[in-house]
């Protein structure tokens, strides 16, 4: 099955910087890449997501990149805002239909 | 509007108890899913299910069992609760096409005390 690796687990970063965040799958077969937030009492919810056909999404401030020949996947926040202060997750689909794989989080603290 | 409601947001029961999870999505959804969530541990996935009447294994499925009986209804089931077993429960649903990569949406998560 899927193995995906995220990282850093915590990132703080002051108030207008932008935030990246790193994962990497092991399934070369993979061939979904979604990108969950979750707040604080909440459920995760999806913010943006990219297929293996396509190198690069952005969605406002939002923006995920893919390097399927490293199998690796990143999520940038630009301009960071104290509402983007949560836990956010990655995830990926492998070849089979067992569902989504996700990585362990990163709890990202928007400094003000 | 998407919604997946769990029964309760907050539960204790004692070891060895019979625990019901509830999870129901208003959305039409085929797919339904059970995770638990651990500090450092992420999402991890227990039972997810298909079809009505269907389930599968995810990752870690020892100690729980599933019930779907509408397709609207997905149970978790802790038939001897232990303290191991103390958790954060996400239940999920998605359209169809598991593999196809369609957006989970995600109810608001049980926390779940064993004592």
């Known amino acids: 099955g899927e193995n995906v690796e995220q990282h850093p687990s915590t990132l703080s970063v002051q108030e207008g910087d932008s935030a990246v965040i790193k994962c990497t799958y092991s399934?070369?077969?993979?061939?979904?890449f979604p990108w969950y937030k979750q707040e604080l009492g909440k459920g995760p919810q999806l913010i943006i997501d990219i297929r293996s056909n396509v190198g690069e999404k952005k969605d406002q401030r939002i923006a995920v990149t893919l390097n399927k020949t490293a199998k690796h996947f990143s999520l940038h926040i630009t301009e960071t805002q104290p509402e983007d202060s949560a836990v956010y997750f990655c995830?990926?689909?492998?070849?089979?239909?067992?569902?989504?794989?996700f990585g362990k989080g990163t709890h990202l603290i928007i400094q003000p | 509007d998407v919604k997946v409601t769990q029964s309760s947001r907050y539960l204790v029961k004692r070891t060895g108890e019979k625990v019901f999870l509830e999870c129901v999505q208003d959305m039409d959804h085929e797919n339904m899913f059970w995770y638990r969530q651990d500090p450092g541990l992420g999402l991890r996935l227990i039972y997810f299910s298909y079809d009505v009447k269907m389930k599968e294994k995810g990752d870690i499925p020892e100690g729980y069992s599933v019930s779907r009986e509408k397709k609207e209804r997905f149970s978790l089931i802790l038939e001897s609760a232990s303290t191991n077993q103390t958790s954060m429960y996400l239940c999920a649903s998605s359209l169809l096409g598991l593999g196809m990569g369609e957006t989970q949406y995600f109810g608001p998560g049980t926390r779940l005390l064993v004592l």
């Open positions: 399934d070369s077969a993979s061939n979904y």
């Open positions: 995830g990926g689909i492998g070849g089979g239909a067992d569902g989504l794989t």
